[in-house]
């Protein structure tokens, strides 16, 4: 976190601890006030769980990711509990014309993908929680490719993360915005009509104490993050009334699955 992010938290004392809890300033309500209008014109809400989101303190939330739209859906839902979220987001989009701008000036962390600054947005989330504020993660990494939209199998970096501060990992599901917007869609893209509902529901912390005080192999990230992602999968069950497949869609051996397809059939 930058000096100057520091300085917008304000603290206060609970229980003889200190605690802290990051003030919503200029930026991010300039950013509501352009992003909420059209939102509340051409969605319905159903909002749930908002009292599992804690009021003080730094915590992560692990969403599921089905749509371009989604982050503006759970940014209004969390930014509508006075918790405002910083997202972990493509460096690429902080050169954008202003959404950079505005990306920079409300803290969102950068994230730069297989390069020496990787580790930088591992140690600002890291600082972020450490300094009472919330990070929010995709574990699935991108939109999912799961065919029924199922989260699919995580990664591990809200789980690393998580065990290394050992603030509350907060689960979410939702649903509704890849209604509006579907992933992928090369044709009709857009589908704002009938007007869709936008669904998000916060679950418990997920219980991760059994992880703690022991190394971070890759193997316990994975069970961690697996934890993680089956808490976020039982709120969608919930939220969609059905049940998610025994096991998650796993992109990356999906892909190696085409490209041997794909060899054997060159070799025809």
């Not at 939702?174 to 857009?190: E, I, K, T």
Request: glycine residues 8%.
């Amino acid at each position: 976190m930058t000096p100057g992010h520091r300085a917008k938290a304000r603290s206060s004392t609970r229980k003889g601890i200190r605690v802290f809890r990051r003030k919503i300033g200029f930026w991010y309500r300039l950013a509501a006030a352009i992003a909420k209008p059209p939102l509340l014109v051409l969605f319905k809400r159903d909002w749930r769980g908002m009292e599992h989101i804690p009021a003080e303190g730094g915590f992560i939330t692990a969403v599921n990711h089905n749509s371009y739209l989604d982050p503006l859906s759970y940014a209004h839902y969390q930014y509508n509990t006075g918790r405002v979220p910083r997202f972990l987001a493509k460096a690429g989009l902080f050169s954008a014309p202003f959404v950079g701008v505005v990306f920079r000036r409300t803290g969102q962390i950068p994230v730069y993908r297989e390069s020496t600054d990787a580790m930088d947005a591992f140690r600002t989330a890291v600082d972020a929680i450490e300094h009472g504020e919330c990070v929010v993660f995709y574990p699935e990494g991108t939109i999912t490719r799961d065919p029924e939209m199922w989260p699919m199998a995580g990664k591990t970096g809200a789980a690393r993360i998580a065990l290394r501060t050992r603030a509350p990992v907060i689960p979410v599901a939702q649903w509704g915005a890849n209604l509006a917007m579907p992933p992928y869609a090369r044709v009709n893209r857009f589908r704002l009509f009938p007007r869709k509902t936008l669904i998000v529901q916060a679950g418990p912390p997920v219980d991760l104490s059994r992880f703690y005080d022991r190394e971070p192999t890759p193997e316990l990230l994975r069970e961690a993050t697996e934890a993680i992602m089956a808490e976020i999968t039982a709120l969608l069950e919930d939220v969609r009334g059905e049940k998610a497949p025994p096991e998650p869609y796993d992109n990356r051996s999906a892909r190696a699955e085409q490209r041997r397809k794909a060899a054997g059939e060159g070799m025809l």
